[in-house]
């Protein structure tokens, strides 16, 4: 198996992107300034660094795990198959995409390339990898200041509520954001609530895929729902 040289430079490399998120609540210049970050070695090989996308005052944030192949080659989130996916069972559950902000927890496709092969395949973020990326999500929902924040799997669980997370312990709970109206990495989170749910990567995996993808709407409904409320 031939690795990724992110996977060679990573035992010595830094781990924090604090010092390149710039004290500004404006996203288009948190983007463009994360499009330079080196605050860890996932950098190295993907082709760009991809940013949430949406309004600026979006209700919903959705943060999933990491960009995909299609979305680091196009530079944006939720753009491949698992997001062709997610948009459908947002339009089904009633959550008006125009008010979702899209964003993950780790703004760089981390990946593997089997010995011989092309195809780049997708390879979980690691705890260093999150935690030095976390302050980007920080300064996203800082920024957007959503109702509600909805999980997208146990990464994202993970950068959201920390330690160990099991999506299973905490799916379709509406639960207080960690850490809301107190201040992280110098900004102040908004007093929001979180949904967790799956990533709809693993809907795609499922080998029920259509019970999978109804349990992903009926998540969605529930955050409609919360909004509605």
Known sequence: MAHSTREKAGGGAEHDARP?????????????????????PLHADA???????????ARVVLVGEQPGD??????????????????????ESGLDESSV???????HFKFTVPEGGKRRIHKAPNLREMTACRPWLVAELASVRPRLVVALGAT???????????VGDHRGLLE?????GAEADGRT??????????HPSAVLRARDREAAYRGLVSDLKAAARALAG
């Open 176 to 180: 207080p954001l960690p850490g809301g």
């Open 70 to 91: 299609r979305e680091d080659r196009e530079g944006e989130p939720f753009v491949g198959p698992a997001g062709a996916l997610l948009r459908r069972a947002l339009a």
């Open 189 to 198: 989170l908004p007093e929001a609530r979180v949904l967790v749910t799956v």
């Open 20 to 40: 390149y998120v710039p004290d500004t609540g404006d996203l288009g210049a948190l983007r463009r300034a994360a499009a330079s970050c080196r605050g860890c």
């Open 156 to 166: 994202a669980g993970r950068a959201l509520f920390g330690g160990p997370f099991r």
């Open 101 to 107: 902000y899209f964003t993950n927890a780790v703004k």
């Open 47 to 57: 082709t760009r660094t991809v940013f949430g996308a949406g309004p600026r005052r």
